[in-house]
């Protein structure tokens, strides 16, 4: 399936715009989750991780999801390709192994905003800090890897290459 130049601009807006704001929800809940695991407060405590919970269903999963989608729909419909680069292969694996972690993570997330809720005191709760800052560097790497686009084509990508070589070879000879 390719697309026109301004179907291809959309769909790059939508993949830039659902990565930065997957970035941006990641920083933001590792701003609660570093409250969850200092804070003296007790009910700030319990507050953070209502607020981690509602963070992560309502912002941080579906803009995982939406990043993923609309990451290989315009890898598919761009120069790059998704299987030409190694950028683009190591970004879409990088992607797809943190949004599986975010996904079964998110279950653990939920049972310590239920329990931070029931118990008396919530600052004893074992938190998500190593995960959340895991994560937040694995999406900066991803984006390193989008601005800096490091050489390097697959055994695919080199094929494709040659092929499309000997196709503008042939077409220019009489």
Same mark, same amino acid.
């Given at each position: 399936?390719?697309?026109?130049? %301004?179907?291809?601009?959309?769909?790059?807006?939508?993949?830039?715009? /659902?990565?930065? *704001?997957?970035? *941006?929800?990641?920083? !933001?809940?590792?701003?609660?989750?570093? =409250?969850?695991?200092? $804070?003296?407060?007790?009910?700030?405590?319990?507050?953070?991780?209502?607020?981690?919970?509602? @963070?992560?269903? /309502?912002?941080?999963?579906?803009?995982?999801? !939406?990043?993923?989608?609309?990451?290989?729909? /315009?890898?598919? &419909? $761009?120069?790059?390709?998704?299987?030409?680069?190694?950028?683009?292969?190591?970004?879409?694996?990088?992607?797809?192994? !943190?949004?599986?972690?975010?996904?079964?993570?998110? +279950? /653990?997330?939920?049972?310590?905003?239920? @329990?931070?809720?029931?118990? &008396?005191?919530?600052?004893?709760?074992?938190?998500?800090?190593?995960?959340?800052?895991?994560?937040?560097?694995?999406?900066?790497?991803? =984006?390193?890897?989008?601005?800096?686009?490091?050489?390097?084509?697959?055994?695919?990508?080199?094929? %494709? +290459? +040659?092929? +499309?070589? %000997? @196709?503008?070879?042939? !077409?220019? =000879?009489?």
């Amino acid at each position: 399936m390719t697309v026109g130049p %301004r179907a291809r601009k959309t769909l790059l807006f939508a993949h830039v715009a /659902t990565s930065v *704001g997957w970035l *941006g929800a990641v920083l !933001a809940y590792v701003g609660l989750d570093v =409250t969850a695991a200092t $804070s003296q407060d007790v009910q700030l405590v319990r507050g953070a991780y209502l607020a981690m919970d509602v @963070t992560i269903s /309502t912002a941080i999963v579906p803009l995982a999801i !939406a990043t993923v989608v609309v990451g290989l729909l /315009t890898a598919w &419909n $761009s120069p790059w390709g998704v299987l030409r680069h190694y950028w683009v292969l190591a970004k879409l694996l990088l992607t797809l192994v !943190a949004t599986a972690v975010l996904l079964l993570e998110m +279950q /653990t997330i939920q049972a310590l905003a239920d @329990t931070a809720v029931t118990v &008396n005191d919530p600052r004893q709760l074992s938190g998500t800090l190593p995960h959340s800052i895991g994560g937040s560097i694995v999406l900066l790497v991803v =984006t390193a890897l989008s601005m800096f686009k490091p050489k390097g084509l697959t055994r695919y990508g080199w094929r %494709r +290459q +040659q092929e +499309q070589r %000997r @196709t503008r070879s042939t !077409a220019l =000879t009489p």
